[in-house]
C-alpha cells in the first residue's frame, strides 16, 4: 500500500482535498486532527505541554489553542519543542492507523511534512498551493485571525513554491473545480 503525503500552508486547501480524495474511496488520515486530539486524551502528552507553556495551555480540559497559538508563533523554539513532543506521537498513531487500512494508497495529511523531515517515509507528496489573499481570506474567516497573526504562521512553515518544489504533484487552487479535476487526474495515476 503506497503512503501519499498531502500538504501544503495553513489555508491552501488541504482539508478540501482531502474530502475529494474521501469521496474518491480513499482513507484519509488527518494529522491535526490525530495531535489535537493526542493533546487532549494523552495526560502524558498533557503533562508535558503544561510543563512546556505553562496551565493556560488548558482550559476546562480542553486545549487552549488561541494561547498555544499565541506563545508558539512567537517563539521558534517553543513551536519546535511542542512539534518534538507532539509528531513522533502522531506518526505513531498513524502506524496503528495504516494496519487497518485496505486500499491501493493512503493520504496523510499534514502541514509540516517537510518541516518535521518527514518526507522519507511517503512514496509520493502532494502539495496544494493557493494564492496567498485566498489564504487570509480563508483564515480570517473560518479561525477569524487577523493578518498580521497568518502572517506570523505563514513564516513559520517553509514557503509554498518550496513545499512545491520538494513534492512530486504540485496543485494549484484556484477554485474547487479545478482543485478536484487535478485530484482526479492524480487519484488515476496512483491506481
Known amino acids: 500500500?503506497?503512503?501519499?503525503?498531502?500538504?501544503?500552508?495553513?489555508?491552501?486547501?488541504?482539508?478540501?482535498?482531502?474530502s475529494f480524495f474521501k469521496d474518491l474511496?480513499?482513507?484519509?488520515?488527518?494529522?491535526?486532527?490525530?495531535?489535537?486530539?493526542?493533546?487532549?486524551?494523552d495526560s502524558n502528552l498533557k503533562s508535558l505541554i503544561i510543563n512546556l507553556?505553562?496551565?493556560?495551555?488548558?482550559?476546562?480540559?480542553e486545549l487552549n489553542k488561541e494561547f498555544i497559538s499565541e506563545q508558539i508563533f512567537n517563539n521558534k523554539s517553543l513551536l519546535d519543542s511542542v512539534n518534538?513532543?507532539?509528531?513522533?506521537?502522531?506518526?505513531?498513531?498513524?502506524?496503528?492507523?495504516?494496519?487497518?487500512?485496505?486500499?491501493?494508497?493512503?493520504?496523510?495529511?499534514?502541514?509540516?511534512?517537510?518541516?518535521?523531515?518527514?518526507?522519507?517515509?511517503?512514496?509520493?507528496?502532494?502539495?496544494?498551493?493557493t494564492p496567498v489573499d485566498i489564504i487570509h481570506r480563508r483564515i480570517s474567516n473560518r479561525e477569524n485571525y487577523s493578518k498580521k497573526r497568518v502572517e506570523k504562521i505563514l513564516a513559520s512553515q517553509l514557503s509554498q513554491d518550496v513545499k512545491c518544489s520538494m513534492s512530486d504533484f504540485c496543485i494549484e487552487n484556484n477554485s474547487k473545480e479545478k482543485l478536484l479535476s487535478e485530484i482526479n487526474k492524480i487519484h488515476s495515476s496512483l491506481l
Request: with cysteine; charged share 20%.
Open 53 to 61: 507553556l505553562g496551565e493556560y495551555a488548558y482550559l476546562n480540559d
Open 84 to 129: 518534538s513532543l507532539i509528531h513522533p506521537r502522531v506518526q505513531k498513531a498513524f502506524d496503528l492507523w495504516l494496519k487497518n487500512q485496505n486500499s491501493k494508497y493512503v493520504i496523510y495529511e499534514a502541514a509540516l511534512i517537510f518541516e518535521n523531515n518527514s518526507e522519507n517515509i511517503f512514496d509520493k507528496i502532494i502539495c496544494v498551493k
Open 25 to 41: 474511496g480513499i482513507p484519509v488520515f488527518i494529522a491535526d486532527d490525530c495531535a489535537k486530539d493526542l493533546m487532549v486524551s
Open 1 to 18: 500500500m503506497k503512503k501519499i503525503a498531502l500538504t501544503g500552508v495553513i489555508g491552501s486547501g488541504k482539508t478540501t482535498a482531502a
